[in-house]
């Protein structure tokens, strides 16, 4: 087993992984962010306050940030040399610290030299983001999902992480020109990532016919960056029991679950939030998932309106939206959080009707901003939960008409 300068095992480098049912002792990590032209330090601060959430929900506590402006990165070890030295005496000095994590994605070049330089595991924001996935995927399907995406982010950076395979195999049945260690890595990669492709469509024809099943319903879809309460959304509407917590990519799978409002029976899903900078490889690994997306007749977008980059949380579902093909479909703005915004941004001396004023000209701010129509709630406090449940039959209703008018007459 390989041990750093510290003398701690550089192998076993799943953070927060299970083992014997006890977490492994937190990790202390460094986060190291580029400024490249057309970005701000504010804007990189905002990247590494999620690359820190993410970091917390793999179970490693941030120590230091170090940031560094550049017209691009050096090929070699992202950051330059100077940059890199100052985050090695750092880490030489605080020997907690046992793991350095980038918020852009590193080539297996960089990787490898950054670590030759810093002598503790590196990991780069799409690693970051698998490993989570990996501890949260619970079932058959998200588990298989995961295997893809760590296979397609592992095929290009083979060369750079294991230069070791370069030599050619020699032996006893392995004479004459052979192949090359690496090029035999990269066939056994390939050849897992076609099984895992083979499993997902099985699967996702499994999950089809399912979807048939379920009749002629009309499908409500819970969208939104991650860690919005679409979760507690759900189970609160649909008094059920969906896990829920304040972290990063609580939901892996989707959850269906039927409602029926004034006699109008739906089905509602929850679905793995977004996040930026998801790596396209995991969207592609999650497409079976997001078919429930795609197939759903109706969106409620769930915003966290207490965050301070909503409107770039926003934007960046959108935009998922409309790679999906789904950014045309009805959809409902639910700002949640209300409570907390009201606690982070009202002045306490401010009297309830202006308060009520302020609210109302900032939902109507809102609407017109994003050309639809949009409610504050509170999941939590359970506030505005029965004007939600009649904007939502009544777009269900309306869908019905479109959908199945014969079955519209029932109610």
């Given amino acids: 087993m390989k041990r750093n300068r510290k003398g701690r095992k550089t192998e076993d480098w799943n953070i927060g992984e299970k083992q014997n049912q006890l977490l492994r002792e937190t990790e202390y990590a460094v986060l190291v962010g580029a400024i490249l032209e057309n ?3 504010e804007q990189i601060q905002e990247y590494l306050d999620e690359l820190e959430f993410l970091a917390l929900t793999a179970g490693a506590k941030t120590k ?14 992202f950051i330059r040399k100077g940059k890199l030295q100052e985050i090695a005496d750092y880490v030489e000095a605080h020997e907690e610290i046992t793991l350095v994590l980038f918020d852009d994605d590193l080539s297996g070049k960089q990787v490898r030299n950054v670590e030759e330089v810093l002598k503790v595991k590196i ?8 490993d989570i996935f990996a501890e949260r995927a619970q079932t058959a399907q998200a588990k298989t999902q995961v295997e893809l995406a760590q296979m397609q982010y ?7 992480m294991w230069t070791h395979l370069e030599r050619q195999k020699g032996g006893i049945g392995m004479r004459g020109p052979g192949e090359k260690e690496i090029e035999t890595d990269r066939r056994i990669v390939r050849d897992k990532i076609a099984a895992l492709k083979k499993d997902l469509k099985i699967i996702a024809k499994q999950d089809q016919t399912r979807r ?6 009309i499908r409500v879809s819970l969208v939104g ?11 609160l509407l649909s008094n059920s029991e969906v896990f829920a917590e304040n972290k990063l990519f609580a939901t892996l799978d989707t959850t269906v679950r039927k409602i029926a409002w ?4 739906f089905l509602m899903a929850d679905t793995v939030g977004f996040i930026r900078k998801l790596p396209h490889h995991l969207i592609e690994s999650f497409n079976s998932t997001l078919d429930e997306v795609r197939e759903s007749d109706i969106l409620l977008h769930v915003i966290d309106v207490a965050h301070p ?8 579902v959108q935009k998922t939206l409309m790679d999906l093909g789904v950014d045309d479909k009805p959809t409902l703005l639910i700002f949640n959080k209300i409570d907390l915004y009201r606690k982070r941004y009202f002045d306490d001396f401010l009297d309830k009707a202006t308060k009520q004023e302020l609210e109302e000209n900032l939902l109507e701010n809102l609407k017109n901003t994003y050309q639809t129509d949009a409610i504050f709630i509170s999941a939590r406090e359970k506030e505005n939960i029965d004007l939600l449940r009649e904007k939502l039959t009544h777009l269900v209703k309306q869908q019905y008409v479109v959908q199945y008018p014969y079955m519209a007459k029932r109610w």
């Fill in 123 to 130: 990991l780069d924001r799409s690693s970051l983001i698998l």
């Fill in 262 to 265: 004034q006699g109008v029976p």
């Fill in 39 to 41: 970005q701000t330090e």
């Fill in 225 to 235: 960056y991650t860690n919005v309460g679409k979760s507690t959304l759900l189970n």
């Fill in 309 to 316: 980059q909503f409107e770039e949380h926003i934007k960046t």
């Fill in 64 to 77: 230091k940030r170090f940031t560094q402006k550049m017209k691009h990165p050096d090929s070699r070890t």
């Fill in 212 to 217: 048939k099943n379920r009749g002629q319903l």
């Fill in 154 to 160: 592992l095929l290009p950076r083979l060369r750079g």
